[in-house]
T-cell receptor, first 112, second 109 residues
């Protein structure tokens, strides 16, 4: 089954404790991206990747890192999480940026 | 910077009524527009993608129109059902996807 898998689905952590949210897709998509969704603000893009080893900043990249060492995986790294990063995070993939985007189920992160 | 607006923020209708959801955007130089459905605790599911050269796209009971010159798109859902209850998001693709905040739809049985 074609899918985008995020882990974990729920995470509670404390300020400053490094964490990684994994994202994996099985559709051989070149394009992957991360979004955060906050009430009243909609989805905002954090980072995107056009292909392996090619990543770029989205609208709200501060406090986040990504890597794309393999085509199928695109982890999101929070080196020193802060409470303002409490949010719902989505990973998405597509053949290219102009095609239908496939989203993961989301990761709800709380930073205390 | 592209601004995407969806009005109303919430909508409640009786079962069987047709739904009309609106999306407006500020910059008409777009590649395409997508409509998504979001269910609580789940990710987004793409419903329809309209290329900038198209005026409308249809899938089953769903029909989406696009008027680039006026910066508007409308999603029509015919004969609504309780299973249509969800949040509907539109996203405009110029050089990246810009999302509206969504319209939360409740269809009452």
């Amino acid at each position: 089954e074609a899918q985008v898998t995020q882990n974990p689905r729920y995470l509670i952590t404390v300020t400053g404790k490094k964490l990684t949210v994994t994202c994996s897709q099985n559709m051989n998509h070149e394009y992957m991206s991360w979004y955060r969704q906050d009430p009243g603000l909609g989805l905002r893009q954090i980072y995107y990747s056009m292909n392996v080893e090619v990543t770029d900043k989205g609208d709200v990249p501060e406090g986040y890192k990504v890597s794309r060492k393999e085509k199928r995986n695109f982890p999101l790294i929070l080196e020193s999480p802060s409470p303002n990063q409490t949010s719902l995070y989505f990973c998405a993939s597509s053949l290219n940026p102009k095609n239908i985007q496939y989203f993961g189920a989301g990761t709800r992160l709380s930073v205390l | 910077k592209q601004e995407v607006t969806q009005i109303p923020a919430a909508l409640s209708v009786p079962e069987g009524e047709n739904l009309v959801l609106n999306c407006s955007f500020t910059d008409s130089a777009i590649y395409n527009l997508q409509w998504f459905r979001q269910d609580p605790g789940k990710g987004l599911t793409s419903l329809l993608l309209i290329q900038s050269s198209q005026r409308e796209q249809t899938s089953g009971r769903l029909n989406a129109s696009l008027d680039k010159s006026s910066g508007r798109s409308t999603l029509y859902i015919a004969a609504s059902q309780p299973g249509d209850s969800a949040t509907y998001l539109c996203a405009v693709d110029d050089y990246k996807l810009s999302f509206g905040a969504g319209t939360t739809v409740t269809v009452r049985a």
